[in-house]
């Protein structure tokens, strides 16, 4: 079974700042893919960044970035000059396959606030 | 960018109601999903479907809920007697690939049950 834990539940970071989303998982899977999803008030979810656990090189869209640590199985997000409208519910999930599908699992969430 | 389409964007039931939330998935995917969201709390993984049948089922997908593709264009979830704890954000997803390939959610459909 595969486990993701986020145990911050809310951050808040000044507009144009940095900040770092902590996430942790577990799994038993060799195979595995690690992604954050934002969920803005409108509770669409919007899916961030992917990465796959088999690669080490860290995934990065824009002003966003990842730092994988698989040994720690260890998976934050960094957004960087951070803007109002990052203003959102992350999730951070991992996917493994199940017999013809795969499946995600989600963290609780974080809510991040950014301050104009 | 294709959209997974999701109606309606919110049903009102009464308790032990049936009720029956639609999807049209993205054309040529293979993989469909349904996932829940208690407000408030985690994404939960409902279902998977893929072939024409059931995957992979979580427990909360108990003897009350179905699924399923009709027409070759809509996913069905349905709700046989509905609970008041079956409020939730119900969202639909598909993809093109088993593993690693992104997750196409729809908007979701909030239900509350009265």
């Known amino acids: 079974a595969q486990t993701v834990t986020q145990s911050q539940p809310e951050m808040s970071v000044q507009e144009a700042e940095t900040v770092t989303l902590s996430c942790t998982y577990d799994?038993?899977?060799?195979?595995?893919?690690l992604f954050w999803y934002k969920q803005p008030p409108s509770r669409q979810m919007i899916l961030v960044i992917r990465q796959e656990a088999y690669k080490q090189q860290n995934a990065t869209e824009n002003r966003f970035s990842v730092n994988f640590q698989k040994a720690a199985k260890s998976f934050s997000l960094k957004i960087s000059d951070s803007q109002l409208g990052d203003t959102a519910m992350y999730f951070c999930?991992?996917?493994?396959?199940?017999?013809?599908?795969?499946?995600?699992?989600f963290g609780k969430g974080i809510t991040l606030s950014v301050r104009p | 960018e294709p959209e997974v389409t999701q109606t309606p964007s919110h049903q009102v039931t009464q308790m032990g109601q049936e009720v029956i939330l639609r999807c049209v998935p993205i054309s040529n995917h293979l993989y469909f999903y349904w996932y829940r969201q208690i407000l408030g709390q985690k994404v939960e993984f409902l279902v998977s479907f893929y072939n024409n049948e059931i995957s992979e089922k979580s427990e909360i997908f108990d003897d009350q809920f179905s699924v399923e593709r009709p027409d070759g264009s809509n996913f069905t979830l349905k709700i046989r007697s509905t609970k008041l704890e079956d409020s939730a954000m119900y969202f639909c997803a598909s993809s093109n690939r088993v593993l690693g390939e992104k997750l196409f959610f729809g908007s979701g459909t909030q239900l509350s049950v009265l």
């Open positions: 799994t038993s899977e060799n195979n595995y893919y």
């Open positions: 999930a991992s996917s493994t396959r199940t017999g013809a599908n795969s499946k995600l699992t």
